[in-house]
């Protein structure tokens, strides 16, 4: 492996560690490198804290060092002040020599400025390196950014037999398909997402909570539709165990493509992502509209011989993955949209 690679790999892999918490500022990842050797890390700290590159910048104990030291960082370092002084600014004042890019930040507010910065100040920047993966890393506040909507995960889980609900059901609560480490998964999922999204009919049907109770981390912001604010406050989704944003006719046209509306919506809120948790009548309203990004389909061993279909849609599998029982497939949505 070249050894920029090898390192922007690593930026990529402790980016990670900030999934759930930075937006709306992305999870960046920064490593410092002098001769051949790891001298400082760093990733993006919880929205309002330090940058990755801060942190890395912080983390190395003999600072001289960094006058003879490459920079490597997931995304292009920031030119402007926001919750924090550009990062670029801080590189040129410790004279770090040399900076490797995964990729440009589309950012309006840096779009090439912080690398056209460091250039002035007589930096060697080195930008592409991984591009792809650096891309993929970043797709929240990429598609944020230039789709003017939250990256959109659909996620449901269907029987043997295709179906996602029973034709009948005993009680308002949900009715398991998958096993318990799935569900675990499922929540790991939540911490790591901003928002999460049902309709009406999942709310009667189930009356979920929709939050983190099976991992550790923070809820998701809950959005409900609610066409005629006829849900009671009394449901599980309106506790005080995680914000709750309840869309109606005051907010939305029902009677106009929804997918569009609910993606603009959540962009004005600064909502980067969103788990679209169905039911049936939710999740076929984004994919017949063709905005989603990616589908996490489970699927059991359980078979009810009737009900209520999966949703039916085009995507490419990725990668498919066994839990017991249960095999989870990811698609993405390989189309414009």
């Known amino acids: 492996m070249k050894i920029h690679e090898k390192y922007i790999n690593r930026c990529i892999e402790i980016a990670k560690y900030g999934l759930g918490t930075t937006a709306p500022n992305p999870m960046v990842g920064a490593v410092i490198v002098h001769k051949n050797r790891i ?4 990733y993006t ?3 309002g804290g330090p940058h990755a590159e801060v942190n890395a910048i912080q983390s190395v104990v003999d600072k001289a060092l960094l006058k003879e030291a490459t920079l490597y960082v997931t995304l292009e370092p ?6 924090t002084p550009p990062c670029s600014d801080l590189i040129i004042n410790y004279q770090i ?9 589309i950012h309006s507010k840096v779009a090439g400025n912080g690398i056209i910065k460091l250039q002035k100040a007589g930096c060697n920047v080195t930008v592409g390196i991984l591009e792809a993966a650096c891309q993929e890393h970043h797709k929240r506040f990429f598609t944020f950014h230039t789709k003017k909507r939250p990256y959109i995960i659909l996620k449901w ?3 043997a037999d295709g179906f996602i609900a029973p034709k009948t059901r005993d009680a308002q609560k949900p009715v398991w398909i998958t096993g318990e480490f799935s ?10 997402e901003q928002a999460i999204l049902v309709g009406t009919n999942t709310v009667l049907d189930d009356n979920p909570n929709l939050t983190v109770r099976d991992w550790s981390g923070k809820n998701p912001i809950r959005i409900v539709l609610d066409k005629q604010n006829k849900l009671s406050k009394d449901l599980s989704v309106f506790n005080t165990e995680a914000e709750t944003i309840r869309l109606t006719e005051n907010e939305l046209n029902f009677n106009e493509p929804l997918a569009f509306q609910i993606g603009a919506f959540l962009h004005k809120k600064e909502i980067q992502s969103v788990i679209i948790e169905g039911g049936l009548q939710t999740l076929q309203t984004f994919i017949n509209e063709n905005i989603w990004d990616e589908a996490r389909v489970f699927t059991g ?3 009810f011989h009737d009900g ?17 029982d249960d095999t989870l497939r990811i698609y993405k949505n390989q189309s414009k949209h």
């Open 78 to 83: 920031c030119s402007h002040f926001g919750k």
């Open 308 to 324: 209520t279909k999966a949703p039916s849609f085009l995507g490419k599998m990725t990668s498919e993955i066994v839990i017991m």
């Open 301 to 303: 061993k359980t078979a």
């Open 183 to 192: 569900r675990q998964l499922v929540h790991k999922w939540r911490t790591e």
């Open 39 to 42: 001298i400082g890390e760093g």
């Open 157 to 159: 889980a269907e029987t």
């Open 45 to 47: 700290s919880p929205f």
């Open 97 to 105: 020599p040399q900076v490797v890019i995964g990729t440009m930040d």
